[in-house]
């Protein structure tokens, strides 16, 4: 799994519930990390910030699709209205989590994910 939040504690919250959850989590703290860190270990999933520096979660998503991932991706956004996660999704995205988020609001993402698969 990879988790990518310019935000250190949400970054953090993320990798310690995927950690309980069982899976080993790599960690970026931008886009352009998340990118490459992507394209180097295809992680089953990726848990992508909308807003981070050098590269948004949505223009990592698109980038990946362009070049031939099938990465999963859910996004995290502050954003909670409905054209913002619509952009996402049509970016290639599966999912998003709306920010605040609870642990149970995350799991249930990342089992939807993995249920739909690669």
Same mark, same amino acid.
Request: zero cysteines; aromatic letters at 4%.
């Given at each position: ?12 919250? =993320? ?9 080993? =989590? ?10 490459? %860190? ?6 089953? %999933?990726?848990?992508?910030? =909308? ?12 980038? %990946? ?54």
């Amino acid at each position: 799994m990879l988790a990518a939040d310019d935000d250190a504690d949400i970054l953090l919250l =993320v990798r310690l519930r995927l950690e309980r959850l069982g899976f080993d =989590v790599l960690t970026a703290p931008d886009g352009v990390a998340a990118l490459e %860190l992507v394209r180097a270990r295809a992680p089953a %999933l990726a848990i992508l910030d =909308v807003s981070m520096p050098f590269l948004t979660g949505i223009e990592v998503t698109q980038t %990946l699709r362009d070049e031939g991932s099938s990465v999963p991706v859910i996004l995290l956004t502050a954003r909670a209205r409905g054209a913002d996660a619509d952009v996402g999704i049509e970016a290639g995205a599966i999912g998003y989590v709306t920010k605040p988020f609870s642990t149970e609001d995350l799991d249930h993402a990342v089992r939807k994910a993995l249920a739909v698969g690669v």
